[in-house]
Every structure is written in C-alpha cells, then in structure tokens.
C-alpha cells in the first residue's frame, strides 16, 4: 500500500497562544495554561483544527526494509513529528532551523 502525501510545500509561522481563540483554549488546551492564563506554547491551525506543538511525535529518519533483498527510504523521514488521526492517516511537519515556522502536510493510504 502507497503512502500518498498532500501539502503545499510553504512555511508557515506558529500561533502563539494569544493567538488561539479562549473557547479552543480552555476546551481543548486547558493542560497548557500559565499564571496568566494564556500559554506562549507553539500551536498550528491546519484544516479547521488546532495543534499544539507537543501533540506531534518525533519521526525516525531510517530506512525500513520492504523485501528481504531491498531497502527503501520512510515516505515521512523527511518530517520531524507526525500525528496519526486514524490508524491509516494523519498530519506530519517539518518545523525550520530557527524554530519559527514550520511545513505541514496530510498523510493517508
């Protein structure tokens, strides 16, 4: 089964948690507040939902055998952290070297 791949490739900056409406905040990020109730945690809106930054896993970059005498290369090594939504999907993002912005793309089989 192919991993097929969706995004379009562009960098995006993070949300700050200012940025993040109150309702999404204290329903969905309670966990995440500080003294003054607004976190400076990293969040993404992708597709009418939002992310917190820690929500991600850390991907591997290795290769994963496919035959016995053949390997090929992970079709997510490129990211750094993943999200699965379903057992056969999910989001994937590659955050840039200053930590500022990030890539996002949607993942399915």
């Known amino acids: 089964m192919m991993l097929k791949i969706v995004t379009d490739n562009k960098w995006k900056h993070f ?21 003054k109730g607004v976190s400076d945690d990293l969040f ?11 929500e991600f896993m850390c991907s591997t970059k290795k290769a994963v055998p496919t035959r016995l005498d053949e390997r090929s290369i992970d079709p997510l090594a490129e990211w750094d952290g993943v999200m699965n939504d379903t057992f056969f999907s999910g989001v994937a993002i590659k955050v840039s070297s200053d930590g500022e912005s990030y890539k ?3 993942f399915y089989s």
């Open 15 to 35: 949300k700050y948690g200012h940025e993040v409406p109150r309702k999404i905040r204290t329903a969905d990020f309670d966990w995440l507040t500080d003294d």
């Open 104 to 106: 996002i793309c949607t």
């Open 44 to 54: 993404i809106h992708y597709r009418r939902r939002w992310y917190h930054l820690s």
